[in-house]
């Protein structure tokens, strides 16, 4: 596609469900990151994909979330037992390597109840 | 302390005038790049303008230029003629990255709302 595509765009759950949020990046863009942005908040980094190398997972508040990125394309991140503060909009940006400038995709809108 | 700094509050400018967005940022790093992002109440982020710390004149795209002061640890964003499209937040973002660019992470500030009057 000609940019970054997410699904679903918006997401409501309900407290202790598992969900699952996908990332499409720009074909060819061999990086991928995530970030959360709460209400009325910057973006806080969660984790980035760089080709084979093993992914930065420093950002990631708690082992309820994790991330895969399959055949260096599609990604998705899980979150597990989900609590009513990781409802926020979840964005996935991708770039052609390291260093460059960061396409962003429309974004995850994700609501606890 | 915190890496990326916009503590102006709400920001008003009248259209077809110039207003500048203030941002400060933290770091130990030699070479790191400085971001501008605009986000409009649709949600996207939307690239604006980019510095990189070795670069020795100011960023510009189109009405958009950087007034980078390195020694000052600033990296304003300023809007010439403004349009009531710019209406919107915008965010300073900064990525530190060693020589092999190994840490390409962004970390961005809250944010500055600015709106446009006609």
């Known amino acids: 596609g000609a940019g970054v595509s997410q699904s679903p765009s918006n997401k409501v759950t309900e407290k202790g469900k598992d969900v699952e949020l996908r990332c499409d990046p720009i074909?060819?863009?061999?990086?991928l990151y995530w970030y959360r942005q709460s209400l009325g908040q910057g973006l806080e980094f969660l984790i980035y994909f760089q080709g084979n190398s093993a992914p930065d997972k420093s950002g990631l508040p708690s082992d309820r979330f994790s991330a895969e990125r399959t055949g260096g394309s599609v990604s998705t991140l899980t979150i597990q037992r989900t609590q009513q503060e990781d409802s926020a909009v979840y964005l996935c940006?991708?770039?052609?390597?390291?260093?460059?400038?960061?396409?962003f995709g429309p974004g995850t809108r994700l609501t606890v109840l | 302390a915190q890496k990326i700094t916009q503590t102006q509050p709400g920001m008003f400018v009248q259209e077809k005038e110039a207003v500048t967005l203030d941002c400060t940022y933290d770091?130990?790093?030699?070479?790191?790049?400085l971001f501008w992002y605009k986000q409009p109440s649709s949600g996207e982020m939307i690239f604006l303008i980019y510095q990189g710390s070795y670069d020795e004149q100011n960023a510009t795209e189109g009405r958009y230029s950087l007034n980078f002061q390195k020694a000052r640890k600033s990296a304003n964003l300023v809007i010439s003629a403004s349009q009531l499209g710019d209406s919107a937040m915008y965010f300073c973002?900064?990525?530190?990255?060693?020589?092999?660019?190994?840490?390409?992470?962004?970390?961005f500030g809250k944010g500055i709302t600015l709106s446009v009057r006609p």
């Open positions: 770091t130990s790093d030699q070479s790191y790049g």
């Open positions: 973002a900064m990525r530190e990255s060693s020589l092999t660019g190994a840490n390409s992470k962004l970390t």
């Open positions: 074909s060819g863009h061999t990086a």
């Open positions: 940006a991708s770039s052609v390597g390291l260093g460059n400038e960061q396409f």
